[in-house]
Protein backbone atom coordinates (compact mmCIF):
# COMPACT_ATOMS: atom_id res chain seq x y z
CA UNK A 1 0.00 0.00 0.00
CA UNK A 2 3.01 2.07 0.34
CA UNK A 3 4.08 1.81 -2.65
CA UNK A 4 0.92 2.07 -4.63
CA UNK A 5 0.66 5.31 -2.61
CA UNK A 6 3.47 6.90 -3.68
CA UNK A 7 3.32 5.51 -7.09
CA UNK A 8 -0.03 6.96 -7.44
CA UNK A 9 0.34 10.59 -6.35
CA UNK A 10 4.15 10.85 -6.44
CA UNK A 11 4.01 14.78 -7.16
CA UNK A 12 1.87 14.94 -4.15
CA UNK A 13 4.38 12.95 -1.89
CA UNK A 14 7.27 14.73 -3.19
CA UNK A 15 6.02 18.22 -2.20
CA UNK A 16 5.07 17.11 1.02
CA UNK A 17 8.41 15.22 1.29
CA UNK A 18 10.58 18.48 0.50
CA UNK A 19 8.17 20.34 2.69
CA UNK A 20 8.92 18.34 5.42
CA UNK A 21 12.29 18.13 5.07
CA UNK A 22 12.88 21.59 4.91
CA UNK A 23 10.96 22.13 8.26
CA UNK A 24 13.06 19.87 9.75
CA UNK A 25 15.94 21.18 8.76
CA UNK A 26 14.88 24.86 10.01
CA UNK A 27 13.82 23.16 13.47
CA UNK A 28 17.59 21.27 13.29
CA UNK A 29 19.20 24.77 12.91
CA UNK A 30 16.86 26.75 15.45
CA UNK A 31 17.58 23.71 17.74
CA UNK A 32 21.67 23.90 17.09
CA UNK A 33 21.66 27.67 17.29
CA UNK A 34 19.97 27.26 20.62
CA UNK A 35 21.78 24.49 22.30
CA UNK A 36 25.15 26.02 21.18
CA UNK A 37 24.35 29.67 22.83
CA UNK A 38 23.40 27.05 26.02
CA UNK A 39 26.02 25.04 25.68
CA UNK A 40 28.27 28.15 25.20
CA UNK A 41 26.92 29.45 29.00
CA UNK A 42 26.81 26.06 30.41
CA UNK A 43 30.71 26.19 30.01
CA UNK A 44 31.39 28.51 32.41
CA UNK A 45 28.14 27.83 34.65
CA UNK A 46 25.30 25.02 34.74
CA UNK A 47 22.37 25.66 36.73
CA UNK A 48 23.72 23.04 39.08
CA UNK A 49 26.52 25.22 39.55
CA UNK A 50 23.48 27.89 40.36
CA UNK A 51 21.91 26.40 43.17
CA UNK A 52 25.32 25.41 44.80
CA UNK A 53 26.46 29.43 44.26
CA UNK A 54 22.96 30.98 45.46
CA UNK A 55 21.04 28.42 48.22
CA UNK A 56 19.61 31.31 50.00
CA UNK A 57 18.92 33.89 46.89
CA UNK A 58 15.97 35.52 47.11
CA UNK A 59 12.41 33.71 47.73
CA UNK A 60 9.31 35.78 48.70
CA UNK A 61 8.01 33.55 50.46
CA UNK A 62 10.83 32.74 53.05
CA UNK A 63 13.02 36.05 54.32
CA UNK A 64 14.50 34.29 56.95
CA UNK A 65 17.28 32.74 54.70
CA UNK A 66 16.64 29.14 55.97
CA UNK A 67 17.64 28.65 52.10
CA UNK A 68 13.64 27.15 50.86
CA UNK A 69 13.87 27.31 46.95
CA UNK A 70 11.28 29.66 45.66
CA UNK A 71 8.10 27.23 44.92
CA UNK A 72 7.60 28.49 41.41
CA UNK A 73 10.06 29.35 38.57
CA UNK A 74 7.73 33.28 38.35
CA UNK A 75 8.59 33.34 41.98
CA UNK A 76 12.61 32.68 41.44
CA UNK A 77 13.82 36.28 41.05
CA UNK A 78 17.41 35.52 40.22
CA UNK A 79 17.00 31.93 38.76
CA UNK A 80 19.56 30.75 36.71
CA UNK A 81 16.96 30.53 33.64
CA UNK A 82 16.33 34.48 34.24
CA UNK A 83 20.06 35.15 34.25
CA UNK A 84 20.65 32.75 30.86
CA UNK A 85 17.61 34.96 29.64
CA UNK A 86 19.42 37.73 30.14
CA UNK A 87 23.02 37.17 28.90
CA UNK A 88 21.23 35.94 25.41
CA UNK A 89 19.23 39.15 25.27
CA UNK A 90 21.98 41.27 25.94
CA UNK A 91 23.57 39.05 23.62
CA UNK A 92 22.19 40.68 20.97
CA UNK A 93 23.06 44.41 21.28
CA UNK A 94 26.14 46.04 19.43
CA UNK A 95 27.18 49.11 20.96
CA UNK A 96 29.17 51.89 18.56
CA UNK A 97 30.50 53.79 20.88
CA UNK A 98 32.48 57.18 19.38
CA UNK A 99 34.32 59.69 22.41
CA UNK A 100 36.24 62.49 21.82
CA UNK A 101 39.63 61.79 23.11
CA UNK A 102 40.70 63.11 26.74
CA UNK A 103 36.50 63.85 27.05
CA UNK A 104 33.85 61.78 28.55
CA UNK A 105 31.86 63.61 25.52
CA UNK A 106 29.81 60.44 23.85
CA UNK A 107 28.04 58.89 21.00
CA UNK A 108 26.23 56.07 20.96
CA UNK A 109 24.29 53.91 18.48
CA UNK A 110 22.81 50.60 19.46
CA UNK A 111 22.78 48.21 16.97
CA UNK A 112 20.16 44.93 16.88
CA UNK A 113 22.21 41.85 15.84
CA UNK A 114 19.48 40.21 14.73
CA UNK A 115 17.48 42.81 12.68
CA UNK A 116 20.72 44.97 11.86
CA UNK A 117 18.91 47.67 13.16
CA UNK A 118 20.82 50.91 14.24
CA UNK A 119 19.74 53.61 16.43
CA UNK A 120 21.98 56.91 17.44
CA UNK A 121 20.60 56.81 21.11
CA UNK A 122 22.84 59.44 22.93
CA UNK A 123 24.63 62.11 21.84
CA UNK A 124 26.61 64.61 24.38
CA UNK A 125 26.60 68.07 23.39
CA UNK A 126 30.38 68.04 24.24
CA UNK A 127 30.40 66.06 21.99
CA UNK A 128 29.53 68.13 18.49
CA UNK A 129 31.40 71.09 19.91
CA UNK A 130 34.88 69.26 20.98
CA UNK A 131 37.36 69.43 18.39
CA UNK A 132 39.59 66.43 20.00
CA UNK A 133 39.63 63.28 17.41
CA UNK A 134 36.97 60.61 17.89
CA UNK A 135 37.72 57.06 19.63
CA UNK A 136 35.81 54.42 18.40
CA UNK A 137 35.04 51.29 19.46
CA UNK A 138 32.77 48.67 18.92
CA UNK A 139 31.35 46.89 22.57
CA UNK A 140 29.45 43.31 21.40
CA UNK A 141 27.55 42.46 24.98
CA UNK A 142 28.15 38.48 23.45
CA UNK A 143 31.22 39.19 24.38
CA UNK A 144 30.56 38.92 28.64
CA UNK A 145 31.93 36.11 30.15
CA UNK A 146 32.51 34.51 26.26
CA UNK A 147 35.95 36.24 25.57
CA UNK A 148 39.30 34.50 26.00
CA UNK A 149 40.12 31.36 26.76
CA UNK A 150 37.74 29.12 29.38
CA UNK A 151 39.62 29.78 32.15
CA UNK A 152 39.14 33.63 31.59
CA UNK A 153 35.39 33.31 30.45
CA UNK A 154 35.00 31.20 34.21
CA UNK A 155 36.98 34.01 36.02
CA UNK A 156 35.23 36.41 34.54
CA UNK A 157 31.89 35.44 35.50
CA UNK A 158 33.33 34.38 39.01
CA UNK A 159 34.21 38.15 39.56
CA UNK A 160 31.13 39.96 37.99
CA UNK A 161 28.97 37.60 40.63
CA UNK A 162 31.30 37.85 43.53
CA UNK A 163 30.32 41.69 43.17
CA UNK A 164 26.76 41.12 42.83
CA UNK A 165 26.63 39.06 45.42
CA UNK A 166 28.33 41.31 47.66
CA UNK A 167 25.40 44.54 46.62
CA UNK A 168 23.00 41.94 47.21
CA UNK A 169 24.16 39.86 50.04
CA UNK A 170 22.35 38.79 53.26
CA UNK A 171 25.41 37.16 55.12
CA UNK A 172 26.47 37.47 58.61
CA UNK A 173 30.34 36.13 60.19
CA UNK A 174 28.03 33.01 61.49
CA UNK A 175 25.94 32.71 58.32
CA UNK A 176 24.67 28.77 58.05
CA UNK A 177 26.93 28.03 55.06
CA UNK A 178 29.44 30.86 55.30
CA UNK A 179 28.96 34.42 55.01
CA UNK A 180 29.49 34.21 51.36
CA UNK A 181 26.75 31.41 50.37
CA UNK A 182 24.23 34.34 50.61
CA UNK A 183 24.41 36.21 47.72
CA UNK A 184 21.96 37.39 45.63
CA UNK A 185 19.30 37.53 48.70
CA UNK A 186 18.02 40.92 47.99
CA UNK A 187 16.00 42.27 45.68
CA UNK A 188 16.28 46.11 46.50
CA UNK A 189 17.91 48.07 48.63
CA UNK A 190 17.25 47.56 52.17
CA UNK A 191 15.25 50.40 54.15
CA UNK A 192 13.00 50.50 50.60
CA UNK A 193 11.92 46.72 50.48
CA UNK A 194 8.19 47.06 50.94
CA UNK A 195 7.91 50.49 52.05
CA UNK A 196 6.71 53.92 49.77
CA UNK A 197 10.04 55.20 50.16
CA UNK A 198 11.15 57.62 47.74
CA UNK A 199 14.96 58.29 47.19
CA UNK A 200 18.41 58.81 44.81
CA UNK A 201 16.50 61.12 42.97
CA UNK A 202 19.23 64.24 41.03
CA UNK A 203 16.60 66.68 40.27
CA UNK A 204 19.65 68.53 38.52
CA UNK A 205 20.05 66.16 35.76
CA UNK A 206 18.33 67.87 32.47
CA UNK A 207 19.20 64.34 30.29
CA UNK A 208 17.66 61.87 32.59
CA UNK A 209 15.19 63.58 34.31
CA UNK A 210 13.32 61.83 37.11
CA UNK A 211 9.71 61.24 36.98
CA UNK A 212 7.41 62.66 39.47
CA UNK A 213 7.03 60.58 42.44
CA UNK A 214 9.70 57.74 41.34
CA UNK A 215 12.46 56.70 43.38
CA UNK A 216 15.71 55.33 42.18
CA UNK A 217 16.96 53.52 45.07
CA UNK A 218 19.17 50.69 44.52
CA UNK A 219 17.43 47.79 42.98
CA UNK A 220 18.68 44.10 40.99
CA UNK A 221 22.01 42.60 41.29
CA UNK A 222 23.98 45.56 40.79
CA UNK A 223 21.55 48.13 42.98
CA UNK A 224 21.00 50.46 40.07
CA UNK A 225 20.81 53.38 41.56
CA UNK A 226 19.95 57.30 40.59
CA UNK A 227 17.73 58.42 37.70
CA UNK A 228 21.12 59.00 35.48
CA UNK A 229 22.01 55.55 35.80
CA UNK A 230 18.34 54.13 35.05
CA UNK A 231 18.46 56.33 32.12
CA UNK A 232 21.49 54.79 31.09
CA UNK A 233 20.70 51.23 31.29
CA UNK A 234 17.47 51.94 29.46
CA UNK A 235 18.74 53.45 26.33
CA UNK A 236 21.26 49.95 26.29
CA UNK A 237 19.15 47.34 26.91
CA UNK A 238 15.74 48.89 25.60
CA UNK A 239 17.18 51.94 23.39
CA UNK A 240 14.84 54.32 24.95
CA UNK A 241 15.69 56.22 27.90
CA UNK A 242 12.27 56.39 29.45
CA UNK A 243 11.24 52.90 29.83
CA UNK A 244 13.02 52.87 32.78
CA UNK A 245 12.97 56.82 34.04
CA UNK A 246 8.91 56.42 33.83
CA UNK A 247 9.13 52.52 34.95
CA UNK A 248 11.98 51.83 37.75
CA UNK A 249 10.22 49.49 39.45
CA UNK A 250 10.31 46.89 36.25
CA UNK A 251 13.76 46.22 37.78
CA UNK A 252 12.24 44.36 40.74
CA UNK A 253 9.56 43.36 38.79
CA UNK A 254 11.37 41.19 36.02
CA UNK A 255 14.25 39.34 36.78
CA UNK A 256 15.33 39.36 33.40
CA UNK A 257 15.80 43.12 33.03
CA UNK A 258 17.28 42.82 36.44
CA UNK A 259 20.29 40.91 35.13
CA UNK A 260 20.59 42.71 32.46
CA UNK A 261 21.27 46.18 34.66
CA UNK A 262 23.69 44.53 35.65
CA UNK A 263 25.32 43.20 32.58
CA UNK A 264 25.22 46.62 31.15
CA UNK A 265 27.12 48.21 33.83
CA UNK A 266 29.98 45.29 33.52
CA UNK A 267 29.98 45.50 29.88
CA UNK A 268 30.14 49.49 29.68
CA UNK A 269 33.11 51.47 29.96
CA UNK A 270 32.71 55.54 31.52
CA UNK A 271 35.25 56.98 30.67
CA UNK A 272 37.91 57.53 32.47
CA UNK A 273 36.88 54.00 33.90
CA UNK A 274 37.51 51.13 31.43
CA UNK A 275 34.53 48.58 31.51
CA UNK A 276 34.48 45.65 34.26
CA UNK A 277 35.10 43.07 31.75
CA UNK A 278 37.75 44.98 30.16
CA UNK A 279 39.99 44.33 33.30
CA UNK A 280 39.10 41.14 33.78
CA UNK A 281 40.61 39.88 30.40
CA UNK A 282 44.07 39.09 29.91
CA UNK A 283 45.52 41.26 27.72
CA UNK A 284 42.57 43.72 26.65
CA UNK A 285 43.28 46.66 29.22
CA UNK A 286 46.84 48.17 29.40
CA UNK A 287 47.42 50.88 31.78
CA UNK A 288 49.21 54.26 31.15
CA UNK A 289 52.45 54.93 33.03
CA UNK A 290 50.13 57.30 34.85
CA UNK A 291 47.60 54.54 36.17
CA UNK A 292 50.14 51.99 36.83
CA UNK A 293 51.89 55.00 38.79
CA UNK A 294 48.73 55.07 40.88
CA UNK A 295 48.76 51.34 41.14
CA UNK A 296 46.11 51.16 38.75
CA UNK A 297 46.20 47.17 37.62
CA UNK A 298 44.05 44.75 35.61
CA UNK A 299 42.12 41.96 37.89
CA UNK A 300 39.41 41.54 40.52
CA UNK A 301 40.59 44.95 42.22
CA UNK A 302 40.30 47.11 39.39
CA UNK A 303 36.53 45.88 38.78
CA UNK A 304 35.90 47.04 42.84
CA UNK A 305 37.02 50.57 41.62
CA UNK A 306 35.12 51.20 38.80
CA UNK A 307 31.91 50.01 40.59
CA UNK A 308 32.56 51.50 44.35
CA UNK A 309 36.18 53.07 44.11
CA UNK A 310 35.30 56.36 45.78
CA UNK A 311 34.42 54.56 48.82
CA UNK A 312 36.15 51.23 49.31
CA UNK A 313 39.31 51.78 47.15
CA UNK A 314 42.27 54.21 48.06
CA UNK A 315 42.82 53.32 52.10
CA UNK A 316 45.93 52.25 53.32
CA UNK A 317 44.65 49.24 54.59
CA UNK A 318 41.51 47.05 52.45
CA UNK A 319 37.61 48.38 53.09
CA UNK A 320 35.75 45.86 54.67
CA UNK A 321 33.69 45.56 51.94
CA UNK A 322 36.22 44.75 49.78
CA UNK A 323 37.01 42.28 52.00
CA UNK A 324 33.71 40.72 52.07
CA UNK A 325 33.65 40.91 47.82
CA UNK A 326 36.87 38.93 47.63
CA UNK A 327 35.58 36.16 49.93
CA UNK A 328 32.56 35.59 47.48
CA UNK A 329 35.13 35.91 44.60
CA UNK A 330 37.68 33.29 46.46
CA UNK A 331 34.50 31.16 47.45
CA UNK A 332 33.35 31.06 42.87
CA UNK A 333 36.71 30.56 42.01
CA UNK A 334 37.16 27.64 44.34
CA UNK A 335 33.79 26.10 43.33
CA UNK A 336 35.19 26.24 39.39
CA UNK A 337 38.52 25.54 39.96
CA UNK A 338 39.90 28.83 38.05
CA UNK A 339 42.40 31.26 39.20
CA UNK A 340 42.26 34.48 41.47
CA UNK A 341 44.51 36.24 39.75
CA UNK A 342 44.80 36.66 36.22
CA UNK A 343 48.19 35.27 35.20
CA UNK A 344 47.19 32.00 37.23
CA UNK A 345 48.06 33.10 40.74
CA UNK A 346 45.89 32.74 44.00
CA UNK A 347 47.15 35.62 45.73
CA UNK A 348 44.44 37.15 47.33
CA UNK A 349 46.21 39.82 48.73
CA UNK A 350 46.46 40.74 45.01
CA UNK A 351 43.00 40.93 44.67
CA UNK A 352 42.06 44.02 46.73
CA UNK A 353 42.42 48.00 45.78
CA UNK A 354 43.69 49.27 48.63
CA UNK A 355 46.43 52.10 48.10
CA UNK A 356 45.24 52.18 44.76
CA UNK A 357 44.26 55.32 43.13
CA UNK A 358 41.36 56.97 40.97
CA UNK A 359 40.68 56.85 37.11
CA UNK A 360 41.17 60.61 36.20
CA UNK A 361 40.26 62.01 32.64
CA UNK A 362 44.13 61.70 30.74
CA UNK A 363 44.23 65.43 29.07
CA UNK A 364 46.92 63.49 27.16
CA UNK A 365 45.11 61.36 25.95
CA UNK A 366 44.71 62.33 22.21
CA UNK A 367 48.23 61.68 21.69
CA UNK A 368 48.45 58.16 22.83
CA UNK A 369 45.58 57.16 20.67
CA UNK A 370 45.81 55.28 17.59
CA UNK A 371 44.17 57.48 15.57
CA UNK A 372 43.95 58.63 12.21
CA UNK A 373 43.62 62.34 10.76
CA UNK A 374 42.74 64.11 7.38
CA UNK A 375 45.95 66.81 7.29
CA UNK A 376 44.72 67.79 3.28
CA UNK A 377 41.61 69.29 2.85
CA UNK A 378 42.27 71.68 5.88
CA UNK A 379 39.21 73.83 7.00
CA UNK A 380 36.59 71.59 5.08
CA UNK A 381 38.04 73.18 1.42
CA UNK A 382 39.74 72.50 -1.83
CA UNK A 383 40.17 75.72 -3.64
CA UNK A 384 40.39 74.39 -7.24
CA UNK A 385 40.34 75.85 -10.63
CA UNK A 386 39.20 73.10 -12.41
CA UNK A 387 38.03 69.45 -11.70
CA UNK A 388 41.84 67.82 -11.93
CA UNK A 389 43.29 65.77 -9.29
CA UNK A 390 44.04 66.45 -5.66
CA UNK A 391 46.19 65.23 -2.98
CA UNK A 392 44.52 63.74 0.23
CA UNK A 393 46.38 63.25 2.86
CA UNK A 394 45.69 61.10 6.47
CA UNK A 395 48.48 61.51 9.15
CA UNK A 396 48.97 58.66 11.46
CA UNK A 397 49.31 58.65 15.41
CA UNK A 398 50.37 55.12 15.98
CA UNK A 399 52.54 55.15 19.29
CA UNK A 400 52.16 51.02 19.24
CA UNK A 401 52.68 50.83 15.68
CA UNK A 402 49.25 49.10 15.82
CA UNK A 403 47.72 49.99 11.94
CA UNK A 404 49.18 47.82 8.79
CA UNK A 405 47.20 49.68 6.16
CA UNK A 406 45.78 52.97 5.17
CA UNK A 407 43.25 53.82 2.71
CA UNK A 408 40.57 56.79 2.17
CA UNK A 409 37.09 55.86 0.59
CA UNK A 410 35.60 58.22 -1.03
CA UNK A 411 32.58 59.33 -4.42
CA UNK A 412 33.13 55.34 -4.45
CA UNK A 413 36.36 54.78 -4.73
CA UNK A 414 38.49 53.16 -2.75
CA UNK A 415 42.55 54.37 -2.49
CA UNK A 416 45.09 52.91 -0.49
CA UNK A 417 48.07 54.51 1.02
CA UNK A 418 48.24 57.60 3.44
CA UNK A 419 47.99 60.31 0.51
CA UNK A 420 46.37 59.94 -2.80
CA UNK A 421 45.45 61.48 -5.81
CA UNK A 422 41.98 61.29 -6.44
CA UNK A 423 39.50 63.37 -9.24
CA UNK A 424 36.37 65.20 -7.72
CA UNK A 425 33.45 64.42 -10.31
CA UNK A 426 31.88 67.76 -9.62
CA UNK A 427 32.14 70.91 -7.55
CA UNK A 428 30.07 70.27 -4.52
CA UNK A 429 30.67 68.74 -0.93
CA UNK A 430 32.11 65.43 -0.29
CA UNK A 431 32.71 62.90 2.61
CA UNK A 432 35.74 61.05 2.88
CA UNK A 433 36.59 58.23 4.91
CA UNK A 434 40.26 56.68 6.06
CA UNK A 435 40.21 53.14 7.37
CA UNK A 436 43.10 52.17 9.24
CA UNK A 437 43.31 48.52 9.66
CA UNK A 438 44.54 46.73 12.68
CA UNK A 439 45.53 43.12 13.49
CA UNK A 440 42.79 42.03 16.21
CA UNK A 441 41.69 45.36 16.87
CA UNK A 442 38.62 46.89 15.47
CA UNK A 443 39.75 49.34 12.52
CA UNK A 444 40.73 52.98 12.94
CA UNK A 445 38.32 55.62 10.55
CA UNK A 446 37.85 59.29 10.53
CA UNK A 447 35.66 61.06 8.60
CA UNK A 448 36.14 64.33 6.85
CA UNK A 449 33.73 66.40 4.99
CA UNK A 450 34.93 69.27 2.72
CA UNK A 451 33.62 71.48 -0.22
CA UNK A 452 35.56 71.37 -3.99
CA UNK A 453 34.97 75.17 -5.23
CA UNK A 454 36.38 77.53 -7.53
CA UNK A 455 36.94 80.82 -5.77
CA UNK A 456 37.18 82.45 -9.19
CA UNK A 457 33.95 81.52 -10.47
CA UNK A 458 32.04 80.81 -7.07
CA UNK A 459 31.37 76.92 -8.31
CA UNK A 460 30.49 74.59 -5.62
CA UNK A 461 29.84 77.52 -2.74
CA UNK A 462 26.81 75.73 -1.56
CA UNK A 463 29.36 73.08 -0.65
CA UNK A 464 31.03 75.62 1.95
CA UNK A 465 30.73 75.17 5.59
CA UNK A 466 28.04 77.22 7.14
CA UNK A 467 29.52 79.36 9.74
CA UNK A 468 29.51 77.77 13.47
CA UNK A 469 28.38 79.82 16.27
CA UNK A 470 29.92 77.34 18.52
CA UNK A 471 33.42 77.13 17.27
CA UNK A 472 36.64 79.24 17.56
CA UNK A 473 37.84 80.46 14.23
CA UNK A 474 41.69 81.04 15.70
CA UNK A 475 43.66 81.27 12.80
CA UNK A 476 42.66 83.80 9.37
CA UNK A 477 41.26 83.01 6.54
CA UNK A 478 38.34 80.55 7.21
CA UNK A 479 36.00 80.75 4.63
CA UNK A 480 32.42 80.22 6.02
CA UNK A 481 28.88 80.48 4.45
CA UNK A 482 26.08 82.41 6.04
CA UNK A 483 22.97 83.72 4.62
CA UNK A 484 24.05 82.55 1.25
CA UNK A 485 26.75 84.90 1.88
CA UNK A 486 30.77 83.66 1.51
CA UNK A 487 32.90 85.00 4.30
CA UNK A 488 36.53 84.67 5.07
CA UNK A 489 37.72 85.88 8.95
CA UNK A 490 40.37 88.01 8.44
CA UNK A 491 41.71 87.64 12.37
CA UNK A 492 40.66 85.74 15.28
CA UNK A 493 36.44 85.13 15.16
CA UNK A 494 34.65 83.75 18.16
CA UNK A 495 30.81 83.99 18.91
CA UNK A 496 29.92 87.11 18.98
CA UNK A 497 31.81 87.63 15.83
CA UNK A 498 28.78 87.21 13.50
CA UNK A 499 29.10 87.12 9.71
CA UNK A 500 28.25 90.69 8.07
CA UNK A 501 28.29 92.21 11.99
CA UNK A 502 31.54 93.63 12.31
CA UNK A 503 34.66 93.78 9.59
CA UNK A 504 36.35 90.74 11.62
CA UNK A 505 34.16 88.39 8.68
CA UNK A 506 35.30 90.18 5.09
CA UNK A 507 32.87 89.67 2.65
CA UNK A 508 33.93 87.15 -0.47
CA UNK A 509 31.11 87.30 -2.72
CA UNK A 510 27.40 85.51 -2.60
CA UNK A 511 26.47 82.60 -2.95
CA UNK A 512 23.43 82.75 -4.71
CA UNK A 513 23.89 81.14 -8.44
CA UNK A 514 24.38 85.10 -9.78
CA UNK A 515 27.84 85.61 -8.17
CA UNK A 516 29.34 83.15 -10.71
CA UNK A 517 28.66 84.68 -13.75
CA UNK A 518 29.71 88.48 -12.35
CA UNK A 519 33.02 87.51 -11.73
CA UNK A 520 33.49 85.62 -14.95
CA UNK A 521 32.04 88.87 -16.67
CA UNK A 522 33.78 91.41 -14.28
CA UNK A 523 37.15 89.23 -15.03
CA UNK A 524 36.19 89.00 -19.04
CA UNK A 525 35.69 93.09 -18.90
CA UNK A 526 39.60 93.16 -16.85
CA UNK A 527 41.04 91.25 -19.34
CA UNK A 528 39.95 92.49 -22.54
CA UNK A 529 42.58 95.66 -22.36
CA UNK A 530 41.14 97.01 -25.98
CA UNK A 531 37.73 97.35 -24.18
CA UNK A 532 36.61 100.88 -23.39
CA UNK A 533 35.62 102.46 -20.08
CA UNK A 534 31.91 102.32 -21.51
CA UNK A 535 32.20 98.95 -23.43
CA UNK A 536 33.56 97.62 -19.73
CA UNK A 537 30.49 99.14 -17.70
CA UNK A 538 27.70 97.74 -20.37
CA UNK A 539 29.46 94.28 -20.09
CA UNK A 540 29.09 94.42 -16.33
CA UNK A 541 25.52 95.85 -16.53
CA UNK A 542 23.95 94.05 -14.00
CA UNK A 543 20.44 92.99 -16.26
CA UNK A 544 18.09 92.73 -13.01
CA UNK A 545 18.63 96.45 -11.78
CA UNK A 546 15.68 97.38 -12.26
CA UNK A 547 13.60 94.46 -10.13
CA UNK A 548 11.91 95.39 -7.86
CA UNK A 549 14.08 94.35 -5.04
CA UNK A 550 16.98 95.33 -6.17
CA UNK A 551 19.09 98.31 -4.33
CA UNK A 552 20.39 101.16 -7.12
CA UNK A 553 23.97 101.94 -7.37
CA UNK A 554 24.55 105.84 -8.94
CA UNK A 555 26.13 107.26 -10.29
CA UNK A 556 28.39 104.34 -12.11
CA UNK A 557 30.56 105.55 -13.35
CA UNK A 558 31.91 106.96 -11.00
CA UNK A 559 34.31 110.29 -10.98
CA UNK A 560 37.39 109.49 -8.32
CA UNK A 561 37.16 110.80 -4.96
CA UNK A 562 33.16 111.19 -5.65
CA UNK A 563 30.45 110.38 -3.44
CA UNK A 564 28.75 106.84 -4.34
CA UNK A 565 24.93 106.28 -3.24
CA UNK A 566 23.41 102.88 -2.85
CA UNK A 567 19.26 102.75 -2.31
CA UNK A 568 17.66 99.84 -1.46
CA UNK A 569 14.17 99.02 -2.91
CA UNK A 570 13.21 96.82 -0.29
CA UNK A 571 14.64 97.51 3.02
CA UNK A 572 14.70 96.01 6.92
CA UNK A 573 14.97 98.80 9.06
CA UNK A 574 15.40 96.35 11.97
CA UNK A 575 18.99 95.61 10.17
CA UNK A 576 21.61 97.89 9.21
CA UNK A 577 22.93 98.23 5.82
CA UNK A 578 26.32 97.32 5.31
CA UNK A 579 28.38 97.61 1.95
CA UNK A 580 31.81 95.91 1.19
CA UNK A 581 33.95 97.01 -1.72
CA UNK A 582 36.02 94.64 -3.17
CA UNK A 583 38.56 94.88 -5.93
CA UNK A 584 39.58 92.91 -9.02
CA UNK A 585 41.87 90.62 -6.72
CA UNK A 586 38.70 90.39 -4.08
CA UNK A 587 40.53 91.94 -1.27
CA UNK A 588 38.16 94.19 0.68
CA UNK A 589 39.38 97.65 0.76
CA UNK A 590 36.25 99.47 1.96
CA UNK A 591 33.65 98.58 4.47
CA UNK A 592 30.22 101.23 4.89
CA UNK A 593 27.55 100.29 7.23
CA UNK A 594 24.43 102.79 7.98
CA UNK A 595 20.63 102.47 8.99
CA UNK A 596 19.35 104.26 6.40
CA UNK A 597 17.34 103.13 2.96
CA UNK A 598 20.47 105.10 1.24
CA UNK A 599 23.98 104.87 2.48
CA UNK A 600 25.91 107.72 0.54
CA UNK A 601 29.89 107.50 0.83
CA UNK A 602 33.36 108.97 -0.66
CA UNK A 603 34.98 106.73 -2.48
CA UNK A 604 38.54 108.97 -1.72
CA UNK A 605 41.47 107.08 -1.65
CA UNK A 606 39.79 104.23 -3.94
CA UNK A 607 41.99 104.15 -7.21
CA UNK A 608 40.19 104.08 -10.57
CA UNK A 609 39.82 100.92 -11.40
CA UNK A 610 36.61 98.39 -11.38
CA UNK A 611 35.24 96.85 -8.23
CA UNK A 612 31.78 94.84 -6.71
CA UNK A 613 30.09 95.76 -4.24
CA UNK A 614 28.25 93.51 -1.71
CA UNK A 615 25.23 94.90 -0.20
CA UNK A 616 23.45 93.35 2.82
CA UNK A 617 20.23 94.14 4.66
CA UNK A 618 19.20 91.50 6.93
CA UNK A 619 18.61 88.54 4.74
CA UNK A 620 18.93 90.49 1.65
CA UNK A 621 22.50 89.97 0.27
CA UNK A 622 22.67 91.51 -3.44
CA UNK A 623 25.92 92.07 -5.87
CA UNK A 624 27.09 95.53 -7.62
CA UNK A 625 29.50 96.18 -10.16
CA UNK A 626 30.91 100.01 -10.65
CA UNK A 627 33.89 101.33 -12.53
CA UNK A 628 35.22 104.74 -11.06
CA UNK A 629 37.27 106.56 -13.18
Known sequence: MRSLSCTKGRMNLMQRCKRSFIVVLFLCCITTAFKGAAQNLADVMTSADWSTFFPHRFNPDDRTGAGTPPATPAKDFYSYANFAEAVRRMGNIKIIVERRCATNAYRLTRVDKTTGASLVFRTDADFNISPNMIVTETVDYASFAGEGDLAARKRELMAFLANISQETTGGWPTAPGGPYAWGLYFREEVGFEGTNNIGYRDESNAQYPPAPGKSYHGRGPIQLSYN?????????????????????????????????????????????????????????????????????????????????????????????????????????????????ELNGGNNAVNCGCANMGRFAIDAAE?????????????NGILNVSSLSPVTLTVAKNDPRSEITQVFVKIDGQRLAGTSVQWTPSAYKAYTATAVGIRSGKDSVVTTTTFAIWNSQTFEGCSGLPLWNANKVYDKPNNIVRYNNTIYRNQWWAGATDVPGSNTTWAVVGACNGAAARDWEAFNAGIAGQAATVAEITATLVDKAADAATEPTVYPNPLVKDGTLS?????????????????????????????????????????????????????????TKKIVIQ
Open 228 to 340: YNYGQASEFIFGDKNVLLANPEKVIQDGVIAFETGIWFWMTQQYPKPSCHEVMIPGKWTPTAEQTALNLKPGFGATVNIINGGVECGGSTENAKVLSRIGHYQRYTGLKQVSL
Open 366 to 378: CSKVTSLSFTAPA
Open 566 to 622: VKLAKYDAAKPVQVTILDVSKKVVAFHKGNAKVLNFSTANLPAGFYILVITNGNNTS
